[in-house]
């Protein structure tokens, strides 16, 4: 007689299903581990890619060799744009303080802008002409050096064009709109309180005051006169003075070679190979952050630009 014990099927059930418990718990844990390692794999690579962007890696190697420093001033010249007087100066600085800069290019590409940015960046230029005599510094034009870029550039040693750029527009404006034609249309009143007679100055709201406007023209030329001293103390002898010279036209680079506002025809690379003598060009313009290149590529400036547009449709004094 088999006096054995049959087995306890329940049990074996609770010990399965105890161990697919354990086991699957164990697994998750596994898996929780992957992915943590994973992600931390992903936030590395990540930071690596910002550092990357950021950091300009070769910068120090680059300096240890003798080079042409280039800054770019490119666009609009504006207190908050790429082409400020904040960046330009520090770029210029940099570009000159470098021992082994031999040589400075300023490479232009601008229709102009604020006066005052203009005049702050030509001044830097002249100041660091004088503090490093041996250090020659060349405006190179692509497409376009009018008014306030035209400011910027007569500081240097020498401009140089390309046959087809535009260079010129010394001149100065202040610009605007008046609405009063239309609130009459629409019969929109216009209520403009002030404490001091003149404090709506150019109000686009209010009809145009014959004294407020004698005003402005006084303003204007007087920073004419500004913008003429700066070209003949920065070109001399070199001008061809004619009677439109100083109207506010522009002019091609040939143009502008037999006028005595270029000296000759030249590009970024031909001047640091033929006139500077050292062909290796680095790039000490001021660079965006990431945060700002991300916000570019985003279209954020579009949008602050087009605000900016609206809150500057009054009038405003410009080199352009």
Known sequence: MDTSQPPNNDSNWERKTLEKLVFAALDEQRSR????????????????????????WGASAEHQERHTAMVNMMGVIEAKGDASAENLVAALNSAFEEKNAVGVILRINSPGGSPVQAGIVNDE??????????????????????SGGYYVAAAADNIYVNKASIVGSIGVLMDGFGFTGTMDKFGVERRLLTAGENKGFLDPFSPQAPQHKAHAQLLLNDIHKQFIDVVKAGRGQRLKETPDMFSGLMWTGAQSIQLGLADGYGSVDSVARDVIKAE?????????????????????GTAASFWKGISESAQGVRLF
């Open 33 to 56: 581990r992957r992915w943590g390692i994973a992600f931390k794999i992903f936030g590395f690579g990540y930071l690596l890619a910002v550092l990357v962007a950021v950091v300009d």
């Open 125 to 146: 230029i002249r100041r660091l002409r004088t503090k490093f005599p041996d250090k020659p510094l060349y405006a190179v034009v692509e497409d376009m050096c009018a």
């Open 280 to 300: 290796k060009i680095f790039d000490y313009s001021v660079k965006d952050n990431i945060a700002e290149r991300f916000a570019k590529r985003l279209g954020a």
